[in-house]
T-cell receptor
């Protein structure tokens, strides 16, 4: 499977600030996704990062709060804007290539965000 | 009701035990069933996937799907301390979104 490099691996941020998380895949992927994982909770899909166009957001997530870019087939960023303590979580990017979602999906190591 | 339910554990077993991890789901349209393993401070990694009902074996791991009961299982034989991780089930229908269970934390004691 491909390798995803995600950075930063962790950060502690002040409320009201923004953090941009980067995700680099070592080969082209069909789709890229951003997830949030809170302690004891399942992975929640934030959005699908579309190459060259606006991301597709899931219910409960909006572009103003989580702007996403995907300028090419191997790179994407997620920004967590105007952060509050409720945004403290692990953020994961995922890449996928193949015909069936999930069967060939792979993940970055995650960004552990703490907002104080 | 959540689409996918998974007992969060934690589950603690002695080395060499057989481990059974389970998920139930409500959406009969799901056709692909995955198990991911996530070590602490790492991203999930795909262990196995199964299409529709049936069994699939890979070394010490066996995945079972019973679509009639909407129930999937992962069995780990001869469990090792290195198997200590969180195990997440996930499922989808072709072209649909991947839906995860909340994960079961497993600890295998030497």
């Amino acid at each position: 499977s491909a390798v995803i490099s995600q950075k930063p691996s962790r950060d502690i941020c002040q409320r009201g600030t923004s953090l941009t998380i980067q995700c680099q895949v070592d080969s082209q992927v069909t789709m890229m996704f951003w997830y949030r994982q809170q302690p004891g909770q399942s992975l929640t899909l934030i959005a699908t990062a579309n190459q060259g166009s606006e991301a597709t957001y899931e219910s409960g997530f909006v572009i103003d709060k989580f702007p996403i870019s995907r300028p090419n087939l191997t790179f994407s960023t997620l920004t967590v804007s105007n952060m509050s303590p409720e945004d403290s979580s692990i953020y994961l990017c995922s890449g996928y290539r193949g015909e069936v979602l999930g069967t060939e999906a792979f993940f970055g190591q995650g960004t552990r965000l703490t907002v104080v | 009701q959540k689409e996918v339910e998974q007992d969060p554990g934690p589950l603690s077993v002695p080395e060499g035990a057989i481990v059974s991890l389970n998920c139930t789901y409500s959406n009969s349209a799901f056709q692909y069933f995955m198990w991911y393993r996530q070590y602490s401070r790492k991203g999930p990694e795909l262990l196995m996937y199964t299409y529709s009902s049936g069994n699939k074996e890979d070394g010490r791991f066996t995945a079972q799907v019973d679509k009639s009961s909407k129930y999937i299982s992962l069995f780990i034989r001869d469990s090792q301390p290195s198997d200590s991780a969180t195990y997440l089930c996930a499922m989808n229908n072709q072209g649909g979104k991947l839906i995860f269970g909340q994960g079961t934390e497993l600890s295998v004691k030497p």
